[in-house]
């Protein structure tokens, strides 16, 4: 396992799209091993392929809301069903240095992926793991939680994000 750089902004890879993988193979079973170390590291509760300049669709999140771990890998993650409720929650981000804003999330979600053994998994999420899964698989999609925000709000946030990761300040 290795800790991966995790890019920031205004790093132009964060807007590719990333592509399915084919199935859930060694080499991907490596790239969820390295994401996952890397997330718990920088003490993130999701990461995208994504964010390690990696453009396959695979993500890892702890939606765990105690003190007992969770980790999820998941390959091709994708939205079932989506609740008609919606919440403004508080997001932040490992490529949006030192800054937070409340995001609009599906409260509930229903969502399939391929787990690190190739098997086609459904499951049902609330709470803090509906809201990572939207936010990671948002990144898959060449999203950031800032562009959720109104215009004004997201270029003040940008800004100051590549203040701070110029000056190495997180
Ligand atoms: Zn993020």
Redesign the pocket.
Known sequence: MAILKVLSVPDPRLKIKAQPIEKVDLPARRLMDDLLETMYATEGV?LAAT?VGIHQRIIVVDGSETDKPAPLKLANPELLWISEESALMPEA???IPGQYADVQRFTRIKFRYLDEHNAMIEREASGLLAQVIQ?EID?LNGI??IDRLSSLKRDILLRKAIKMGKTGKT
């Open positions: 999701g964010q981000c490992l490529s936010h990144h950031l939680f």
